[in-house]
């Protein structure tokens, strides 16, 4: 309900890349620049507790970091040069819980995947956008049992933002184009489709915010 009124800091031997903060507020995961580590620190003291480690067998990129709602599970999703890696670690023993992956061009995706747990902890939802063909995936991962329960591809919507969010038993994100918002919603489950559930008019002057957003993307992609 409100902030604390300590403050701890700790020097790092590299850049930090990504920081995520435990929904128990007990923990802070990290990645640095230059590592293949993920590293569990006390958010209190900031104190080294945990280093975690992919197996031998994988080489990849971590662009997105996330704590299941128990704060027990924390996800990875990774980037290779053809796939796309959910990788899990069980905090309670340090080990590897699970590697879900899935085959697909990553050189296209655009800027970091979004990353998102159902409500029960059981499944992830990791949503990333195509610039060049303007196509959103999903791919909804159940971290139990380490397979890819689903994917979903919606072919020429441009996302509002990169990020979705747990709604209940579901996930949502958003689109626009020149005159609305679309708020669309896909459940945690094999043979769910996405659906628009809402949509809103877009303020004036938001075309002008599109387009800087796709000349961004152009700009990120190389054209």
Request: glycine residues 6%; charged residues 15%.
């Amino acid at each position: 309900m409100s902030w604390d009124t300590n403050t701890a800091a700790i020097a790092r031997p590299s850049v930090i890349k990504l920081a995520v903060w435990s929904p128990c507020n007990r923990f802070i995961a990290i990645t640095c620049y230059g590592t293949t580590t993920m590293d569990i620190l006390d958010s209190v003291t900031l104190q080294r507790l945990q280093t975690l480690k992919y197996p031998q067998d994988i080489s990849t990129t971590c662009v997105a970091l996330v704590f299941s709602p128990d704060s027990r599970i924390l996800s990875c999703v990774g980037l290779g040069d053809e796939d796309l890696l959910v990788v899990s670690w069980d905090l309670q023993t340090g080990g590897v819980a699970s590697v879900v992956r899935w085959e697909g061009p990553t050189q296209r995706v655009v800027e970091n995947p979004s990353v998102t747990y159902s409500a029960d902890g059981r499944m992830v939802g990791v949503f990333y956008w195509y610039c060049d063909d303007a196509k959103i995936t999903i791919l909804i991962s159940d971290i139990t049992s380490g397979v890819c329960v689903d994917s979903h591809s919606i072919n020429g919507a441009i996302p509002l933002s990169k990020v979705i969010w747990t709604f209940g038993g579901s996930l949502r994100f958003a689109t626009a184009d020149a005159t609305t918002i679309t708020i669309w919603e896909v459940d945690f489950i094999s043979g769910a489709t996405p659906t628009q559930v809402e949509t809103l008019p877009a303020p004036d002057g938001f075309e002008s915010v599109l387009l800087l957003h796709a000349s961004h993307d152009d700009y990120r992609m190389g054209a």
